[in-house]
């Protein structure tokens, strides 16, 4: 992958995809974990936003290594490089997470019949009843989990790169009416 696009580091433009999707993905996820109705309507566009995240996590980690190798080193750097390498450990579960709790809401919806009367799971599966809720509340709360720690790493890697790009910078009040 270049390092280079029309002069700037690519890296600085694919970060911003990361620092987009992994926290509406977070968001996303955390929602349909909680609420029932709303995964039913919009689990496919939660999976997809999170897929799309974990694709972008690596993007962001490769065109880093390669502004990386050409900065001179350092501490903070290297600090935003590791935490970065670790994001891929919360987003590759929430996406695992998620789907899973999607998926088994499908499996437990009714369906249609061809004739156009509707099959429910709880007649031919009794027994399937009973650890549809548990996992369901497992998965949610796994999801929940996975979702606030992906937020909180996403906002530590950016943190830690802000910081190896302008240090010590502080903001001061604009003079002259600005």
């Known amino acids: 992958m270049p390092t280079f696009f029309s002069g700037l580091p690519?890296?600085?433009l694919v970060v911003h995809a990361t620092v987009v999707l992994v926290p509406?993905?977070?968001?996303g996820s955390g929602v349909i974990a909680?609420?029932?109705a709303i995964r039913r309507r919009y689990w496919w566009l939660v999976v997809a936003a999170t897929g799309a995240a974990v694709?972008?996590?690596?993007l962001a980690t490769e065109t880093g290594d390669g502004l990386r190798a050409r900065l001179e080193p350092s501490t903070k750097i290297a600090r935003h490089a590791d935490?970065?390498?670790?994001?891929?450990f919360f987003v590759v579960p929430l996406l695992?997470?998620?789907t899973a709790l999607a998926l088994l809401d499908l499996y437990q919806r009714p369906s249609r019949r061809s004739d156009g009367g509707i099959m429910?799971?709880?007649g031919a599966a009794t027994g399937t009843a009973r650890w549809i809720r548990p996992v369901s509340l497992i998965l949610?709360?796994?999801?929940l989990v996975l979702a606030v720690g992906s937020a909180v790493q996403v906002i530590r890697v950016g943190d830690a790169g802000a910081r190896a790009a302008w240090g010590d910078e502080r903001y001061v009040t604009p003079t002259g009416g600005d």
Do not use: F, K, Q
């Open 10 to 12: 690519l890296h600085v």
């Open 24 to 27: 509406l993905a977070a968001a």
């Open 34 to 36: 909680i609420s029932p």
């Open 55 to 58: 694709i972008s996590v690596p």
């Open 83 to 88: 935490l970065g390498g670790e994001l891929v």
């Open 96 to 98: 695992v997470a998620v």
């Open 120 to 122: 429910t799971t709880e």
């Open 140 to 143: 949610a709360v796994a999801t």
